[in-house]
T-cell receptor, first 113, second 115 residues
Framework: NAGVTQTPKFQVLKTGQSMTLQCAQDMNHEYMSWYRQDPGMGLRLIHYSVGAGITDQGEVPNGYNVSRSTTEDFPLRLLSAAPSQTSVYFC????????????FGPGTRLTVT | GNSVTQMEGPVTLSEEAFLTINCTYTATGYPSLFWYVQYPGEGLQLLLKATKADDKGSNKGFEATYRKETTSFHLEKGSVQVSDSAVYFCALSDPTQGGSEKLVFGKGTKLTVNP
């Protein structure tokens, strides 16, 4: 099992550019989530999905879009990058129970200039 | 809303010292509680968890007990090693606010252990 994979590992964008952060998992987990990690802020939930075709907003959704066409993949789209979106992004997946832990990918470090 | 508060860092200890990282929570339901660890340049890994009151989670010499009366889940280790240097996150999952897809995290505590 590869677990949760994310690409790319690093990315530099100019303000206004768009891009997609890729996330895939091979554990057949129903739940998937995107977080951003900023210094002194912990991890904050951007968007999440409880199954293919079902997504919802988290704590900080503005400027990001998601879709979930398959169980395995959960891409995060930045439509028009802003410097405030400079962060480390983590994708996670889990089983369908509150007591199960989330499994995290290695992260994508994004810089917007 | 739900929240997790953990002690501010950074924490610097000598090898073999005792470690405590405090974590308290606010939740509307009966949450599951987690400690995650992040080593430099890596993603988060589950360290331990507890799913009901008075449960004790343990792993790699770390322990934490789910205390409902004090709404706490403090992380402890009796003798830290240099390899324990990392950032530690306390987190909760509340069944009244969804499930395991929506973890609420504390801000993290950076631990440095010197030889």
């Amino acid at each position: 099992n590869a677990g949760v994979t994310q690409t790319p590992k690093f990315q530099v964008l100019k303000t206004g550019q768009s891009m997609t952060l890729q996330c895939a998992q091979d554990m057949n987990h129903e739940y998937m989530s995107w977080y951003r990690q900023d210094p002194g802020m912990g991890l904050r939930l951007i968007h999440y999905s409880v199954g293919a075709g079902i997504t919802d907003q988290g704590e900080v959704p503005n400027g990001y879009n998601v879709s979930r066409s398959t169980t395995e993949d959960f891409p995060l789209r930045l439509l028009s990058a802003a410097p405030s979106q400079t962060s480390v992004y983590f994708c996670a997946s889990s089983r369908t129970s509150v007591s199960y832990e989330q499994y995290f990918g290695p992260g994508t470090r994004l810089t917007v200039t | 809303g739900n929240s997790v508060t953990q002690m501010e860092g950074p924490v610097t200890l000598s090898e073999e010292a005792f470690l405590t990282i405090n974590c308290t929570y606010t939740a509307t339901g009966y949450p599951s509680l987690f400690w995650y660890v992040q080593y430099p340049g890596e993603g988060l890994q589950l360290l331990l968890k507890a799913t009901k009151a008075d449960d004790k989670g343990s792993n790699k010499g770390f322990e934490a007990t789910y205390r409902k009366e004090t709404t706490s889940f403090h992380l402890e280790k009796g003798s830290v090693q240099v390899s324990d240097s990392a950032v530690y996150f306390c987190a909760l999952s509340d069944p009244t606010q969804g499930g395991s897809e929506k973890l609420v995290f504390g801000k993290g505590t950076k631990l440095t252990v010197n030889p």
